[in-house]
């Protein structure tokens, strides 16, 4: 195993019951922001966590203000974010996929940390902060490049402030009047991370690839989703029409109980690797 065994691991009847119903079967696993709290990223709706007001796509696209101070406040959370690092849940997941166990993983995240992690088959509904796209005309840039240009087109302004990562890489940032934000080099356009805001929709044909991966599994493992998103739960019913086991791991209360074979409150981490080492005797 790849993962650190040595950490301590969730138990009781219900992780048993989990890995009864795994064992054999063709998973297909629904990821939330309660999976990344262990590489350092703040989960939205834990306990503890603070109120936020995310922006929204409408705010963005109406405000160059607006688009000013996201800017500022995601460069900033962008280099915490940024460095973040696959925690043993992650590994756990890409363990199980190469073993042919997990058919591949759907993400709310936008982290990009299934894939540093080594899963070949991520699907991210929400999009990932680590690309930027040209509202315009459809160009696609690494976003170190943009934090690079970012930095050069404001030598004079620091933007060295308290570091307070948020889930989507955002935090908040105060007088931002004089910042110069970049443009698509090919056609001037307005540039967005490569991210759902608040307000859009996932693209039709990710969410499709998203169903047929559930559709082709065998059980629906759910891991520190607390599924209060409209797309993990579209997922949800998708496992239910076609009466597949739902299995969630994750802290607390979710949207989905109701629905699950079997719920594990537990962290997600030290349950995904339990997962991985009971399946792998």
């Keep these: 195993m790849s993962t650190d065994t040595e950490a301590p691991v969730a138990a009781g009847p219900q992780l048993a019951e989990a890995i009864e119903l795994l064992r054999g079967a063709r998973v297909a696993v ?3 922001a309660g999976v990344s709290t262990d590489s350092g990223i703040p989960d939205y709706r834990g306990e503890g966590a603070p109120v936020r007001t995310p922006m929204t796509v409408q705010t963005f ?8 101070r996201y800017w500022a406040g995601s460069h900033l959370g962008w280099r915490s974010f940024g460095s973040a690092v696959p925690n043993r849940g992650h590994l756990a997941l890409a363990e199980l996929e190469a073993r042919g166990v997990v058919g591949g993983v759907i993400t709310q995240n936008v982290d990009g940390l299934h894939r540093r992690a080594g899963n070949r088959h991520v699907i991210e509904l929400h999009g990932s902060m ?47 009047d004089a910042l110069v934000i970049p443009s698509c080099t090919v056609c001037g356009g307005i540039l967005k991370p490569d991210v759902v805001f608040f307000g859009e929709f996932v693209p039709a044909d990710r969410f499709q690839a998203a169903a047929s991966l559930v559709q082709g599994a065998d ?10 998103v409209n797309s993990g739960m579209r997922l949800i019913e998708q496992a239910r029409r076609k009466r597949l086991p739902i299995v969630i791991v994750n802290r607390g209360v979710t ?26 005797s």
């Design 30 to 32: 629904l990821t939330g």
């Design 61 to 68: 696209l109406a405000s160059e203000q607006a688009r000013k």
């Design 130 to 176: 680590d690309r930027v796209l040209c509202l315009t005309c459809g160009q696609h840039y690494a976003r170190q490049a943009i934090a690079a240009r970012l930095e050069a087109l404001n030598p004079e302004i620091d933007l060295e402030t308290t570091i307070r990562p948020a889930p989507d890489g955002d935090v908040e940032v105060d007088d931002v």
């Design 219 to 228: 059980v629906l493992l759910v891991a520190g989703s607390s599924l209060v």
């Design 255 to 280: 949207k989905g109980d109701g629905r699950a074979a079997v719920k594990v409150d537990a962290g997600a981490s030290e349950t995904l690797v339990a997962i991985a080492a009971a399946l792998d």
